[in-house]
């Protein structure tokens, strides 16, 4: 989300919040959220796949809810107006080929509206076709298979040898050459928050805690602009609880206005400002080979930690702020990371939503399972192989690489180890609450350690590859050149 994105969805707000009746409210966060998905997705080098991704985006999001919704229910009229609406915007950015670049909402310029339209029909009927199926032979096998399907989507899209290979196969089908095909090429624009909230809910259908949910709901709690690109990754019940309620909410207030401006502000402080500024001097592949000093690396390292937290949490600000002047109040994201005084503590306030994630879906039914299996394995056993494949999984979420593989382990053993260094000196924290300044010391000393072991992964983040990686660390503690 550029500056201009961000200055024009505040100006829509300021109207959303002053001028529009309450009973459009949620119909304009809908549509807003759905012009955003292409507004928003960057341009791609193969032919139409900047208006094709966002179109599967739609898709995805449709097919999920009309598989998540309860046994029994039908489409209502609301649903009905709700895909007229989705259909009708998807048409109208498609009939804005012939108008200049300067003109159109999308990347490039979107194929022929009546090419859209068949393709989009077609698809539709092939996958209904594909549900009935599916349903008749293995009723309980739909919500896998969609889950399955979101899994590969990701899995295609963050494996470079797979993305390469699909986007070689994509140049193939448009008559351009196959030989550029990149890992860029398929920059699915906010795919992966997507993709976790769909799974959510497909899992949340699985074990019947979703609530019913009308398509104008779920698609804008899936697509909800702010949060779209970098999260948030908010919980459906949670969304739509403020959705339903914009149409008895009163207009933009002042109290609102100030809340939403200020975190607005404070993230455009920290993203385009701070966080702007140490990209300049912070860790990467070029800083790090014109440095030969250690202590020069180390500074490369602090500013690249740095800078990290606030871009995240920058941008957190800005879609919190957005949200809160439409009328929702999406979760914070970040509470001070930094200054936890260990690695579990880290964990619950950096990317506080991720992190939630992976413990309900992840963490939680790992544990219970192992812990089912006959002979039962010991706690400890349970502990370190629940952590160490739910940050496994968190590595991987952001890049099918070994660099995020290992940054995934990195973290998952010092959550283990924090577990049993916390098991074996309980006794002693305790004893210390009588004596405040050991226990102040004991407090910095774990916070210092802590940042330092957090900052210390992020050279993971920081190169491309694990040679790169290696040479790095070696430097910092003064063993290589």
Not at 102 to 130: G, K, N, Q, Y
Not at 289 to 297: C, F, K
Not at 340 to 346: C, G, L, M
Not at 375 to 399: D, E, Y
């Amino acid at each position: 989300m550029t500056l201009a994105h961000i200055a024009a969805f505040t100006g829509l707000a300021l109207v959303y919040g002053l001028l529009l009746p309450a009973r459009l409210r949620g119909w304009a966060v809908l549509a807003i959220s759905v012009i955003a998905v292409y507004w928003l997705q960057p341009a791609l080098p193969v032919r139409y796949l900047d208006f094709a991704l966002p179109t599967a985006t739609l898709l995805l999001t449709t097919c999920v809810w009309w598989l998540t919704r309860p046994a029994g229910r039908g489409v209502t009229r609301d649903d009905g107006w709700t895909l007229a609406l989705i259909g009708a915007i998807v048409l109208a950015l498609a009939l804005t080929r012939n108008l200049r670049a300067d003109l159109r909402l999308t990347a490039s310029r979107p194929p022929d509206a009546l090419v859209v339209a068949v393709v989009l029909a077609l698809i539709m009927a092939a996958l209904l076709v594909v549900w009935q199926a599916l349903h008749r032979l293995w009723p309980g096998a739909v919500l896998i298979v969609m889950m399955i399907a979101l899994v590969v989507l990701f899995v295609v899209q963050k494996a470079e040898p797979l993305a390469v290979a699909t986007s070689a196969l994509l140049r193939a089908q448009t008559g351009q050459q196959t030989n550029l095909a990149a890992l860029t090429d398929l920059q699915w624009l906010g795919f992966s928050y997507l993709a976790f909230r769909l799974l959510h809910t497909l899992r949340d259908r699985q074990t019947g805690r979703l609530p019913a949910l009308s398509l104008r709901e779920y698609t804008a709690y899936a697509l909800f602009f702010p949060a779209l690109t970098a999260g948030p990754i908010d919980r459906a019940e949670r969304f739509v609880a403020d959705y339903q309620a914009l149409s008895q909410a009163r207009g933009l207030l002042p109290s609102r206005l100030v809340i939403g401006g200020t975190r607005i502000s404070i993230g455009l402080l920290k993203k385009f400002v701070l966080a702007d500024s140490l990209a300049l001097f912070a860790l990467n592949p070029t800083n790090a080979a014109q440095t030969s000093d250690a202590g020069a690396l180390w500074v490369l390292l602090y500013a690249y930690a740095w800078r990290l937290f606030l871009d995240f949490s920058g941008y957190t600000d800005i879609a919190i702020g957005l949200g809160i002047l439409f009328g929702v109040r999406l979760p914070e994201n970040f509470d001070r990371p930094y200054l936890r005084q260990n690695i579990t503590a880290f964990w619950q306030s950096w990317h506080m939503t991720l992190s939630n994630w992976v413990r309900f879906y992840v963490f939680s039914p790992l544990s219970r399972a192992l812990l089912q299996r006959r002979p039962r394995p010991s706690p400890l056993l349970v502990v370190f192989s629940a952590q160490v494949v739910t940050m496994l999984i968190i590595g991987l979420w952001h890049g099918v690489t070994l660099n995020f593989a290992i940054w995934g382990l990195w973290h998952g053993l010092g959550l283990f180890a924090h577990k049993v260094w916390s098991d074996h000196t309980r006794v002693q924290y305790m004893r210390l609450a009588g004596r405040p300044r050991l226990r102040m010391l004991w407090h910095v000393a774990g916070v210092v350690m802590t940042f330092h072991f957090v900052a210390l992964g992020w050279v993971w983040f920081a190169l491309p590859d694990t040679q790169a990686a290696l040479a790095v660390f070696a430097r910092l503690f003064g063993i290589g050149r």
